[in-house]
């Protein structure tokens, strides 16, 4: 049958997206400190109720957005969070100011937003997709 093959994949992908989400405590998601280090432009670090210490730069979580502009981006050209896009070819060199927030937004209790200085703004960093996402030392070792 043809169409067994198309639905052997649909479930594995489901199989694979369902993996990836077990609930994570409510202590490792809850932030007691956050500081997003505007001033110094060096990134965001997050105290939660667990004791961990999470930290990522600004330039890390720019290229993490998570709206589904960015997303869908990402997923077509298999880049994971945090990587930046392959620059175009371009016969000259040009210095590009590094992105940083020029706001960061609480939204309710359980996100942030922020405003770029490339203009972008859509992404809600939910504290559960910064947790899974930390990069910390601990955690982004292999
Ligand atoms: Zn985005
Ligand atoms: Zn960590």
Known sequence: MSHEGIRIVSEEQARREDGGHEK?????VTPVKVRVKKTEGTGVEIDWKDGHRSTWTFLWL???????TCYEDREQTGRPPGVAKPKEKTPLVMYEAPVKPLEAT??????????????HESGIYSWEYLR????CAVCTKP
Do not use: E, I, N, T
């Open 24 to 28: 994570l405590p409510p202590d490792a």
């Open 62 to 68: 720019r290229h993490a957005c998570p709206c589904a």
């Open 106 to 119: 609480q939204v309710g209790k359980y996100a942030l937003k922020f405003k770029w200085s490339d203009g």
């Open 132 to 135: 899974r996402m930390c990069q």
